[in-house]
């Protein structure tokens, strides 16, 4: 069985590479990010965003969305076609055109990579490498005195500026005379007023009695960007805005310590996307066994979208609003939309874009990504032997 | 031992809701035992092409059954056991023709090595040498149908399923795979064949079968079907016109009626063949 899969795999990937346009598009693959970054990008910082955010959005959506389209016309169910009257188990067939499916994803996406990583070299810049402390410290002022709390370890510690609190962390060892970094935050609203700033905090550096206020650049809308020169002491997080809590865990400050080569971060996304896309192909391939090629793509395309907006378009996140209930002492009464709300919030996600958005921000992947790409792959290794079970039972009428 | 059990089958198309919309096969029943070659024949749309599909395990009977060789159509004992050439060429258009039948010869179990021999010698017999390396996509139909039969013989199957197996080719061709098909039978193979082109059966069946709609109209040899047993031809050489007039004669004068008497006309298929094969001697030397 397995020598009659990889005969019709390596006969399908063959007749792939043999069409007319294999050649020009390998090279448009490999050449798509350097040309994009050079004829868009007006000056060096442009240039060196574009060959990341490129790279990026690439791997991140063009690769899953070639997977769809292109699983939906892989196989030949048609006698004219040839390969279901080979003298072969129909499964047989399946399992080889979605293996020769699989390499054909994995060289295309190699090729955009490779292109991706070398514009990134030649354009881009180093990646960061950031370090984040071990544990955040909650202080509040207190009839004229401070008192201290511990945050809780891997969950949020959360500041109420009416309360007059605030989020202490201790420097890292490896920062220098002057200190980058950045603070990733949850809100919840009180609902009292307009929330009344762009940014709801102010980060400071407290050395003693000292009390230096870092420079802030809003980066998105849960993350803010600070960088000072430094003495040494602690990061302070302070909420400004009266209507917002802040919470936050050590995980989710960050400083800059170091700059490495983005190899290893390209190659991460790889895999993660790879993954992804092989997914997204062999569910469509599932789909295809029993289905006609539009069919197929459309399921492909609902399940992208399912795994990747859906989660997103809840109006609120579970954590906030279970937050807010604790704070506010009141219960949000139970619906069907609300535990659809939080069905939706809880939805895996077809990539996590944590990885994309670290890269996009010049950081290193975290090493945590092959776990997440090695999930995803087995989920769709489980969809090929259903397949090739469901394409044995379709009759070829023409 | 029986090679083919066609036992009371039936095939009706429905559509997405149940509803029937074809009936094309209805209780069809036939055998056909090694070293015979069967003919199926009918008119377009009579059930052929859907009695072969499910010989080979394309389409599900709706009621009734098939064997090949004692298996199930389908199975892998079945698939190797059959060799089936659709209608229109099935090939895969990016493939050279030597790698096209070194495909087949991976999937019917054949090691490289035996696989490349048997490539080699069935383009050299079936006159594709010279098109070894090039890719079937830039073949013409009648190469494309010799490649067909060419795959179909590597795995050696002891059932042959040959469905308008001369289509495309040309005089020459159809003949040259007449001959294959009596070199196939000499071995023990059983042959199921169809065609709408009577002719083409008609040297190479041992048993024909008439379908139209579905359903089974007449089976027999040759013999049975088509011997005029009610006259009788005579031929003589040379045609001596005063010998012609007794035999007239006397055949008359014994109460019998001439129908026709005359020089025979030869086809146009055997005229064609008779210039074109000493055209082709002629070039080989001969």
Redesign the interface.
Known sequence: MIGRTLAIAKAALIEALRTRLALVLALLLLLAVPLLAMLFGSDADTRSWLSRSITTEGLRVVLPLAAIVGGGFLLKPTVKRGWTVLPARRGEYFLGAALAGCVVVLIAACLFTGGGYIANLAMGKYLTVTSSPESIQKRRLHEGEFQYAAGRSGQYTWANPNSSEELMVELPKATGKFIEGTVEYQLVWTGEAAPRDRSPVAVWLEDGDTRTRLETRTESRYRLHFSGESGGGRLVIQPTDPVLIVGTTPDRIRFDTAAVNPLGSVLSLLGLSVAAALLCLLLVLLVRSLSTSPTAVLAGLLLMATLTLLPSLAPATKMAQDRRAAVEGQRSADSWLKSFEGKLDDLPQLYPESYFDEFLAARVVPADVWGDAGWRLLMALALLPAGAVLFRLRQIAK | MTAVEISNLSKT?RDFFGRRRVQALDGLSLSLKAGEVFGLLGPNGSGKSTTF?IA?????PSSGSVTIQGARP?T?AA??A???L?E?S??????TAI?TLK??G????LSRADAARKAGELLERLDLTHAAKR?VKGFSKGMQRRLGIASVLI?D?DVFILDEPTSGLDPLGAVQVKELIGELRKQGKAILISSHLLGELENVCDRVAFLNKGKLLNEGTLEDLLREREVHELRVSPPDPEAIKALEALAREKGLDVIRSGSPMRTLEAFYISVLGKQKDDKEGK
């Open positions: 198309f599909k080979v395990g394309l389409l599900r389908g892998l698939r190797r059959t060799g089936f659709p229109d099935t090939l895969l258009p990016f493939l790698e495909l087949h991976a999937l019917a179990g890719r795995a199957p």
